[in-house]
């Protein structure tokens, strides 16, 4: 076991990071008055220096993957491309968050420093090739992400949710760990992915156990990513938790929970693909259904896309289901993945406009308060219209490729009894994504304030908008990036 | 001339337009928006017109088309950006442009607010419009067809009456029933040929079991639309809420995409199907002509009484088609051209008697034609040709139809025939409660008769009405090569059925 500097360079970003969250800390220590700027300003940079690292990485090394650190940690093109994709939705989420949190005198560097080692987490994570790796990013990023919901610690709704969120997140760590361990014994001690996959594959070994450890797996990555019957907190803490962390919550911790999805069954467990596909169908099923049904009936707009978010996981999952029939091959994990980021584009936008509409002691929490949005800024009015009409999955928007892809591959795959469910809860779906719009234009407003937002929010949100509509005619380079991160996913 | 891209241009120019209009901005800027929403919409219409003039009469290919090769849109789903007309879709790209600009004008005094959003949503919708009538690339046609929901929910809820958002949500909910299940249609073409080519889906011969399947996924999608009878509900409640442009553009353009859907879709791709659920088709047809017949007569609304009398004529539509021959489908593509026309000119007409009582009700109008004379002949024109009098254009369809049913069987065409008397009575019934008699109240007595700007695209629409009718064959002229093609696809290929 010889020390190599070349698995540091591999590692690059991640050292960085983490090298960064030291600095920022020790920096707010000593630099009080200035402090709360500084930190916002260097998380945005740590980020920014992250993605260029990243990229060069990947203009850089002509192989597929490489492996580092006694082939614990792997750099492949899906890393490569979810990590990308991480460090953009977390600056767009800090970006957005940032006056959010001044209005409520939240913005210590506190909270940057846990923005970022979330960020680090989900690297890790993703980047992982081996159960304990990925153990340690997931606890690294949600340990934070309990820390982040609970930030806003003088309010009973804040705390509530933070401790909800603790409590059950701990409990599918619990069962991810427990899960790893049975999957370790059933294969005679395979930590390592590539080892596992072998493992299983072969005819030794004891299946009942596997087939536990499983179970226990899918029943992690279902709640980390939010999908029925293990959403129960997903509502609660959206609304509970600062929307400044509901927007880390509802983007970047969701590509995390892919890539947790893709390491754990796709790359390390194919060998069971009859197994967790009927898993799969089940939780897919039940959170398109449930999903929908129960944003019918919210009146807060959290709660709404928060439960619109389930039936959206539920629907990259279709894809990721239809890699599990050969006729289709990797191609169902790439448009998955397609999904995913449309859906981290969405969901950022929708909760921008959140913040765009709170000020200090007012949160635009209620659809109501979208309430004649049209009169008062029409242009974020067309904003907000792109985000529904996409969600909804009508063309021409990113929303609508993101369903096509993923339809195409289900009924490649022969679901079409899951197709048809599909179609019927979007149509269902399309309800409350219309009502948004109706209360912006049909009606008037009632609260008359104008928006007081920073500059640089209204213009990221104003690009986050126009990429919704503009990504989804070009999506062409997005779904060959996906389909080529897939190139090094065994089948 | 062919290479320069019309179509391409048909489409785009009112969307850029109407991005532009909306860029004007507040109504402080109305007058502004106006005059470059009719530019635009003057400009979209000439573009059209070198597709009639250079349109090549004795082929049945895709034309405009641009090229050899189409451009590929998005590779991973094998997606072309591939347009094309043929003698089929030519007159509606034409209607529709010509229809735009009349919305435009129509809508030049009576929408005060949010004047820029009106006229963008109209240009950006006819733009749309144009696309499905050219796409031949399915998920081509899905995003224009797909897409053009949004401008119409928006102009019935912003714009609409008092039950606007009812409507509206009814016309979006009830149309986006039927496109999702063409969703999964177009996406199981796709995973059989590998293509997204609508002419290659043409010479596909979908296996029998999969075109029942498709047929109903079809029938649901593009019946929704048409309206055909019992999914018809969501069309008048849309017709009484709209705006007169949006009635306008509804009863011209948007129920001719379910009628040129099944055309283009269910007729060639799956043959056997339309065969087999032929009865289905031609019974909800004749119900249509016959039942909201009747239903039309016993309304008290007036734009509820042309929304029951346009399912009634697009019944006859569906009828045509499903007849297989030449007289049919022709005569059901007169009509819908002749439709567009009529039923445009006739909501225009009760707009501009709304715009003066802000009434829809028969009962609070009698004696128009003492205080507006020139508005009654107008009227009266498009009155008759609602009914189907001869020399107009709703004569030439329907006649053309009942022809061709009565090719196929007496009492097809005798139903059919019941229109001529139903269709006259609600319609002339409706103009006598209205327009003759002594003048009713105060309201009527203090109408003001139609200014310029009223007469002026009234009399455009009554040209086209007599010309039609008067005479047919340069509307005809362009559809006989398809026609036969498609009839020759369609019967040819039900005797060749591949089985399985």
């Not at chain 1, 978010?309 to 629907?315: E, L, Q, R, T």
């Not at chain 1, 609508?400 to 809860?425: D, E, H, I, P």
């Not at chain 2, 039923?343 to 009760?350: D, R, T």
């Not at chain 2, 009554?462 to 696809?489: D, I, K, R, W």
Request: glycine share 8%.
């Amino acid at each position: 076991m010889s020390f190599d500097v070349s698995n540091l360079s591999l590692a690059a970003a991640e050292v960085f990071v983490a090298l960064m969250i030291l600095a920022i800390m020790l920096t707010a220590a000593f630099v009080r008055g200035i402090a709360r700027g500084l930190a916002y300003w260097l998380s945005q940079l740590t980020l920014i220096v992250a993605v260029f690292i990243t990229s060069f990485t990947i203009m850089e090394t002509g192989s597929d993957f490489d492996f580092a650190f006694n082939n614990m940690f792997v750099r492949d093109k899906l890393g490569d491309i979810l990590k990308l994709m991480v460090y953009l939705s977390m600056m767009v989420a800090l970006l957005y968050g940032r006056g959010y949190l001044a209005d409520r005198k939240l913005d210590r560097h506190e909270y940057y420093l846990l923005a970022l080692l979330t960020t680090l987490g989900m690297m890790v994570m993703i980047t992982a090739n081996h159960l304990l790796v990925l153990y340690i990013g997931l606890e690294m990023m949600s340990l934070a992400l309990y820390a982040l919901v609970a930030f806003d610690r003088d309010t009973t709704r804040s705390t509530e949710a933070g401790m909800k969120y603790f409590v059950l997140g701990a409990l599918a760590s619990g069962l991810v760990l427990y899960g790893m361990s049975m999957i370790y014994g059933a294969t005679n001690g395979a930590l390592e992915l590539s080892a596992i996959h072998e493992a299983v594959t072969s005819p030794e070994g004891n299946k009942t156990v596997l087939l536990l450890g499983l179970v226990f797996l899918v029943a992690g990555i279902s709640f980390k990513l939010g999908v029925a019957p293990f959403h129960m907190w997903v509502p609660d803490v959206y609304q509970g938790s600062p929307t400044a962390v509901t927007l880390i919550l509802s983007s970047a911790s969701k590509l995390a929970a892919f890539a947790l999805a893709m390491r754990l069954l796709a790359e390390a467990l194919p060998g069971l693909i009859g197994h967790w596909k009927t898993m799969l169908l089940f939780v897919i099923a039940v959170s398109l259904v449930l999903g929908n049904l129960a944003a019918l009936i919210q009146h807060n707009i959290k709660r709404m896309l928060a439960y619109s978010g389930i039936s959206h996981m539920g629907f990259m999952l279709m894809g990721f289901l239809s890699s599990a029939e050969a006729s289709v091959g990797t191609v169902g994990y790439s448009n998955a993945m397609f999904y995913a980021i449309a859906y981290a584009l969405m969901t950022l936008a929708a909760f921008g406009m959140i913040v765009l509409l709170s000020r200090e002691g007012f949160e635009a929490e209620n659809i109501e308060d979208f309430k004649g949005l049209n009169s008062r800024n029409p242009w974020f009015a067309l904003l907000m219209l792109f985000v529904m009409f996409s969600m909804a999955g009508i063309p021409f928007f990113v929303g609508f490729f993101a369903k096509l892809s993923v339809l195409t591959v289900l009924l490649k795959a022969g679901y079409l009894w899951l197709a048809v469910l599909a179609v019927v809860m979007s149509l269902i779906g399309a309800f409350y994504y219309l009502r948004i719009v109706k209360f912006m234009y049909f009606d008037e407003p009632t609260d008359n304030a104008p928006l007081k937002a920073s500059g640089e929010l209204q213009i990221m949100l104003s690009i986050n908008g126009v990429a919704i509509a503009l990504l989804g005619p070009m999506s062409g380079t997005l779904l060959e990036w996906c389909k080529s991160a897939m190139k090094t996913v065994g089948g | 001339m062919t290479d320069i891209p019309f179509l391409s241009l048909a489409i785009w120019i009112p969307i850029f337009g109407g991005v532009l209009v909306l860029a004007t901005g507040p109504d402080s800027n109305a007058r502004m928006a106006r005059m470059a929403a009719l530019l635009t919409a003057i400009l979209g219409f000439a573009v059209t017109i070198p597709l009639y003039l250079y349109f090549d009469r004795n082929t049945a290919e895709m034309q405009f088309g641009g090229g050899e090769e189409p451009l590929l849109w998005i590779e991973h789903f094998k997606v072309y950006y591939r347009l094309g007309i043929d003698g089929i879709s030519l007159w509606f790209v034409l209607l529709n442009s010509f229809m735009t600009i009349i919305v435009v004008i129509a809508g030049w005094e009576s929408t005060q607010k949010r004047v820029a959003q009106y006229m963008a949503a109209f240009l950006i919708m006819s733009g749309l419009m144009n696309g499905i009538f050219s796409a031949l690339d399915g998920v081509l046609f899905y995003v224009f067809f797909e897409a053009s929901l949004i401008p119409l929910y928006l102009i019935i809820g912003v714009w609409g009456g008092p039950n606007r958002v009812y409507a509206a949500f009814k016309f979006f909910l009830f149309t986006l029933a039927g496109s999702l299940l063409l969703l999964l249609a177009i996406i199981y073409l796709f995973n059989l040929t590998g293509s997204f080519d609508i002419l290659v889906w043409h010479k596909a011969g979908v296996p029998a079991n999969a075109q029942t399947l498709i047929f109903f996924a079809f029938l649901v999608a593009f019946g929704v639309k048409v309206p055909m009878w019992p999914i018809h509900t969501w069309l008048p409640d849309a017709h009484v809420e709209a705006p007169t442009g949006g009635s306008v553009v509804l009863a011209a353009i948007a129920l001719k995409l379910g009628a040129y859907g099944f055309i283009r879709f269910a007729l060639p791709i799956v043959p056997a199907a339309c065969e087999d659920y032929r009865w289905l088709v031609v019974g909800l047809s004749l119900v249509a002509v016959v039942y909201i017949g009747f239903v039309a007569l016993a309304q008290t609304d007036m734009k509820k009484l042309v929304a029951y009398s346009s399912v009634s004529h697009m019944g006859f539509v569906t009828l045509g088609f499903f007849l297989f021959n030449q007289l049919g489908i022709e005569g059901a593509l007169i009509q819908m051209i002749s439709h567009g026309f009529v039923s445009g000119a006739m909501f225009l007409c009760i707009g501009v008697l709304y715009d003066r009582v802000h009434s829809r009700q028969i009962g609070d109008y009698g004696g128009v034609v003492n205080t507006m004379p020139k508005f009654a002949a107008f009227f009266m024109l498009f009155a008759m040709a609602n009914a189907g009098l001869p020399a107009t254009s709703g004569f030439v369809g329907e006649f053309t139809v009942i022809l061709g049913a009565m090719q196929v069987h007496f009492l097809i065409a005798f139903l059919a025939a019941t229109t001529l008397i139903l269709g006259a009575a609600y319609t002339l019934w409706m103009y006598k409660r209205v327009v003759f008699g002594e003048v009713a109240n105060e309201k009527v007595a203090g109408l003001t008769d139609i200014n310029r700007r009223e007469f002026f695209f009234l009399s455009l629409l009554a040209l086209c009405v007599l010309a039609m009718g008067l005479y047919p064959f340069p509307f005809t002229e362009v559809m006989h090569a398809s026609v036969n093609h498609l009839v020759e696809q369609v019967n040819g290929k039900m005797l060749t059925l591949p089985s399985h």
